[in-house]
Nanobody, 117 residues
């Protein structure tokens, strides 16, 4: 399984950024990428949930991003998106794409989001 993330960068407080992550598997399996989403890790802190699709196409958001971040997906392309609005300095972190596939957890390489004036 491979997770290819893109987006991120440097933005001023109050600005917006978007992330995308595409999942792929080199093997033909009956599994799906239903459970897929975003986590983040700031320096000196533990990795934490940002937003994710759970089984049954439900979404879960961290309280700190509710109302500002929106997760969406393109099922045909196994891609999830994270639209981040009203960004704050405390949103600065390395953002990781995560999926559960065939009962195993897979992580993508982190993409940096920096919110600073």
């Amino acid at each position: 399984v491979q997770l290819q993330a893109s987006g991120g960068g440097l933005v001023q407080p109050g600005g917006s950024l978007s992330l995308s992550c595409t999942a792929s598997s080199s093997l033909y399996t009956p599994y799906t990428f239903d459970v897929m989403g975003w986590y983040r890790q700031a320096p000196g802190k533990q990795r934490e949930l940002v937003a994710t699709f759970t089984s049954g196409a439900r979404t879960t958001y961290a309280d700190s991003v509710k109302g500002r971040f929106t997760i969406s997906r393109d099922n045909a392309k196994n891609t999830v998106f994270l639209q981040m609005n009203s960004l704050k300095p405390e949103d600065t972190a390395l953002y990781y794409c995560r999926t559960v596939y065939g009962g195993y957890i897979y992580w993508g390489r982190g993409t940096q989001v920096t919110v600073s004036s």
